[in-house]
């Protein structure tokens, strides 16, 4: 599959807009220790230790697990990454694990160095796909997003119906994929395009009811999901 790769502008955006929530967060978090009693006195001189170790935990997770956090639960995006239109995804177009997103964002500490990102947008530059050393790690690339609404497919949307293979229940990136992989099926050459139309199929197959799909090829069921899909979506 082929992807727009993000470019480092916008990715620069997306982390200028981050790194300002996570100040704005910092800076609250610093406040509150410092004028809320109960953890004023964690800082002080009894407990001293333990408070400002719990700060730096506080300020860590917020550095580092903000960036995890918000990729596994929007799906590859942060609130920076969605201002900027951008996702981080797998090579192959799948979404990110927890492990795989909190690997590429533990090696922030690296490519942040020696400041602004320096190691990071070196890194980028000197490779196609704009990747940073977290990228290489967990085998991610930064893409810019693609509207559904904006595609061109290339298959007739046909008339309304009772979504007998299950379609309607295939979430707005899996139907995504079936779409990239209709658009661009034709400039693949034959081995290559029949082993992409499996790999989708075998993603999005526990979703579907495909008992009457059994004498057809993936490709075509793949043509008819996403005919059915765009179908009930135009006259929902």
Not at 30 to 54: D, Q
Not at 112 to 123: E, N, S
């Amino acid at each position: 599959m082929e992807f727009s790769v993000a470019g480092i502008g916008s990715r620069f955006l997306a982390i200028a807009l981050d790194t300002a929530i996570q100040t704005a967060a910092g800076i609250a978090i610093l406040l509150i220790f410092t004028f809320v009693p109960a953890l004023s006195s964690m800082v002080g001189r009894e407990a001293g230790v333990w408070g400002v170790a719990l700060m730096i935990a506080l300020l860590f997770a917020l550095m580092y697990g903000y960036f995890a956090v918000f990729e596994v639960l929007w799906n590859g995006q942060t609130p920076g990454k969605r201002a900027a239109g951008i996702r981080v995804i797998k090579e192959s177009g799948r979404p990110l694990s927890a492990a795989e997103s909190i690997g590429r964002n533990l090696l922030r500490i690296i490519d942040q160095l020696p400041g602004f990102y320096a190691i990071g947008i070196v890194t980028a530059m000197l490779n196609s796909h704009n990747k940073r050393l977290g990228d290489f790690v967990a085998g991610s690339i930064v893409v810019r997003e693609s509207s559904l609404a904006a595609m061109r497919p290339s298959w007739d949307a046909g008339t309304p119906q009772a979504s007998p293979m299950g379609a309607a229940s295939l979430t707005i990136e899996e139907i995504g994929l079936v779409d990239r992989f209709l658009q661009r099926r034709y400039d693949l050459n034959p081995d290559v395009r029949s082993r992409m139309a499996n790999q989708v199929l075998d993603r999005i197959r526990p979703k579907l009811s495909l008992d009457n799909c059994r004498d057809q090829t993936a490709e075509s069921i793949l043509a008819a999901v996403a005919a059915e899909y765009r179908s009930n979506a135009r006259y929902a």
